[in-house]
């Protein structure tokens, strides 16, 4: 097994060598042999041990464990305990993604910390089996079943080629010890049942189980790349970035294609959308429809989708701005100061007459009913009038931000400034406000 990982090495992972790594070690069989086989290797290695506190004594015996062989093999060893149950409950997620989520998250940060360049994990080819069936069963896209990737930024899986088996067979040639955690033969989560209970039904079906699903994984992993590939080409074609980061996806040429929700679901797939349907049926909706993820929103307008982060400020929110004030950062950035002239004016520039307007100014979001003086214009003008000569989308109307004296709208931020409050040449005292 040894030189079948340096061969493997060498062939796909040669960028290692030299490099200050980091390996995510439990205690177990398989991060334990990992251990061992690159520190024959003589890599430059250090240890990552994380104590979930899911297992009262044990989890205790398992931190142990792992410092003790950091110090017989002379390594560097780093450990951290968690809070898992609790971080679970706060963040309303399952045990195991909540550990997921608390490992692969300090991984990242003592990388940083410590300059390590790559983080190491023992998932092999029975974990990787185990991932696709598991994404099988609760549907997925073509990604979902090419399983877990061997390099994904900086964590690296050099042990993906070996089997459990193997692995074992190793630890026991060698005389490695190893803690065995006793949940594994637990039933309770679905990893298990399928591990315990699917696989060597499969396994008895198939000998040959794991180098046919190691064949049809990278049969996977070339088609998604061919998709990859084209996707990138289409998005150039029917995808484009708005004025305020918001992506605008061009309907009429989504329609042309001849798997609309196949194509829908490759451009859209990053954002957390599950209602695949709901999606596209948005291509022929009426304007104003939407579909909303935890953190996006799909919007239909007109002949476009839009897709934006959803709005995290609320609309009756209201923010002021004293006299005193110089500069405004949130919700949005202006510049204020008081000037002697005036130079020419711009949709991000207005100059404002003080002694036409009363402190404290406000920033805040439109309501029905709210008008304006439009400068330029004779009379007033709905607000919401003004957004549909300017062709503006429900997100662009949510976007827009408004200030106000004593609740009389001086600007719509960014557009159109009010005929009544602003300064000309005989102005004596002169504000002046810029969007940055």
Sequence with gaps: MLEKLHQHINYKF?????????????????SVVLTHLFHQLKFDISLAHCNFNLRGLESDKD??????????????????????????S??????QVAARNLRYNWFQEIS?????????TAHHSDDNLETFLINLTRGTGLEGLTGIPELNNNIVRPLLVFSRDEIENFATKNN???REDKSN?????????????????LKEINPTLLDSFQKTSDYLKESQQIIDVSIA?????????TENSNLRIDIAKIQKTNNQKAYLYQLLKEFGFSEWNDVTNLLTAQSGKEVVSKTHRLLKDRGFLILSKKEEIKSNNIFLISEDTLEVRSPIHLKIAAVSTMEKENKSTIYLDKNRITFPLTLRKWQYGDFFYPKGMQGKKKISKFFKDEKYSSIDKENTWLLCTENNISWVIGKRQDNRFFANEKTKSILKIELL
């Design 14 to 30: 040669s960028f290692l060598k030299e490099k200050k790594l980091l390996i995510a070690i439990s205690g177990g069989l398989d």
């Design 63 to 88: 931190e142990d464990f792992v410092k003790e062989l950091g110090k017989k093999l002379h390594l560097k060893i780093v450990t951290k305990g968690f809070e898992t149950e609790n971080f679970a």
């Design 90 to 95: 706060e963040n309303q997620l399952s045990t």
């Design 112 to 120: 940083i910390i410590h300059q390590f360049d790559f983080v190491l």
């Design 176 to 178: 490695i010890d190893w």
């Design 185 to 201: 033969a637990s039933n309770k989560y679905v990893r298990n049942k399928i591990r315990n209970q699917v696989v060597p039904i």
């Design 233 to 241: 080409d289409f998005k150039k074609k029917v995808v484009e970035k």
